[in-house]
C-alpha cells in the first residue's frame, strides 16, 4: 500500500540538508564564537574610541557569521533543489508556471497566513519566557541557550518527516484514499517519535561531554544535562505535534492547530512559566 508513498518520503528526507548545513554551523562556529566575544563586550566602553572600534568590530563579526549561516542555508537548498529535481520534476518546465496559478496561489496563502500567525505567537511566547528565565540567574539563559542548540538536531527528523508526511497526506486525500491518509499518518509520527526521541537519548548520555563544548562553568553543565534528559520525554509529544499538524495543514485544517497552538503556548507555556519561575 505504501511502496509508492515511502519511495517519495526517502526523496523528501533530503531535506535534512539545509537544517544540518545551518545547525552545524551554528554549534560548531557561531556559538562558540559569541560566547568568546561575550567577554569583549562587557569590557566596551562607548565613550573611548578604543571602545567604539572594538563595538564595530565585534558587529561586523556577528554579521558575517550570519551571512555566513544565510549562505550555508542557501547552499544546502540549492543542494535540495537540484536533487528534487533530477529525481521527480526532470522533464518539466518552468514555463508551466505561466500564467500564474491564482487560484492555487490564494489557496496557499488561506493557509500560509495563519501559519504565520501561529509561527509569530510561538516566537513572541518564546520572547516572554526568556523574559521569566532571565529573572532566574544568567547561568539558567545561558543553560538554555546551549541546550537549545543541542536538542535542535533531535528536531531536524521530526521537521523532515513532518514535509514529506504532509506532502503524501495531502495526495492521498486528493485521492479521496482517507484510511490510507489516517495510517500513513501514524506510521510518520511513530517514525517521528523513534527517531527523535533515540537522538535526544544519545544526547542525554552525552549531556555532560557535549555541555563541556560550550563552557567550563560546572553549574550550567549540570543543569544543561538535567534539561537534556527532560527532552527526551518532550520529543514524544514535539514529534506528534510537528507531524500531526503538518498534516492537518495539508489537508487544508488550519484553524484548529493555529488555535490549539496559541492557546496552549500563552495558556499553558506562558501561564505555567510564570507561575513557576516568577516568585
Known sequence: LYETQLSYMRYLM???VPYLIQGTFLIVFLVPALIKNRKDLNLIKIKSKEGVRNLLILFARILFMIVVSI???????????AFVYIKILKGYSIKLLW????????????IGIPSAGENMSYSLAQLALMSFI??????????????NNIVSFAVL???ALAQGN????????GEKKNDAALNFGFYSIKKAIILSTGMAGIFAILGHPLMRIFTENQEIIKLGATVIWIDVILEIGRATNVVGIGALKAVGDVKFPVVIGVFSMWVIAVGLGYVLSIP
Open 71 to 81: 549562505l550555508s542555508s542557501f547552499i544546502g537548498l540549492c543542494i535540495l533543489g
Open 157 to 159: 527528523f521530526s521537521a
Open 134 to 147: 532571565n529573572t532566574i540567574s544568567v547561568e539558567t539563559v545561558t543553560t538554555r541557550s546551549y541546550v
Open 99 to 110: 500564467p500564474l496559478p491564482l487560484i492555487h496561489l490564494k489557496n496557499v496563502m488561506t
Open 166 to 173: 504532509g506532502i503524501i497526506v495531502g495526495r492521498l486525500i
Open 14 to 16: 533530503y531535506s535534512l
